[in-house]
């Protein structure tokens, strides 16, 4: 049990990734548009996702043979409590951040 906060936030990517998500919970992503928005590499994203996955704070799912897309897993209990505090903390985090900007 006290290793889950290492797998979600396993890196600093990886806490973009979550957050990305987090940020939109009801879109779907594929990993070229995870990149995108997130501005890391390609591979990085590629890298991240699967302990997100592995432990279903992100569902993926699969469109043909190559097609991946994933969406916050929002019926995990895991994800859900993670969601809720960031809801709770992101006025703090937004004030925190505009003051030192």
Excluded: C, W
Aim: proline share 3%.
């Amino acid at each position: 049990m006290h290793k889950l906060l290492e797998k979600i936030f396993a890196s600093r990517a990886q806490t973009r990734v979550v957050q990305h998500f987090l940020d939109r919970p009801k879109e779907f992503f594929n990993l070229s548009r995870i990149a995108k928005d997130t501005g890391l590499a390609h591979s990085t994203i590629h890298r991240v996702m699967q302990p997100l996955v592995d432990i279903g704070f992100v569902k993926e799912i699969r469109v043909g043979q190559q097609i991946r897309l994933f969406i916050l897993e929002t019926e995990e209990t895991k994800s859900k409590i993670i969601a809720d505090f960031y809801k709770q903390i992101r006025p703090f985090l937004e004030e925190k951040s505009r003051a030192t900007s």
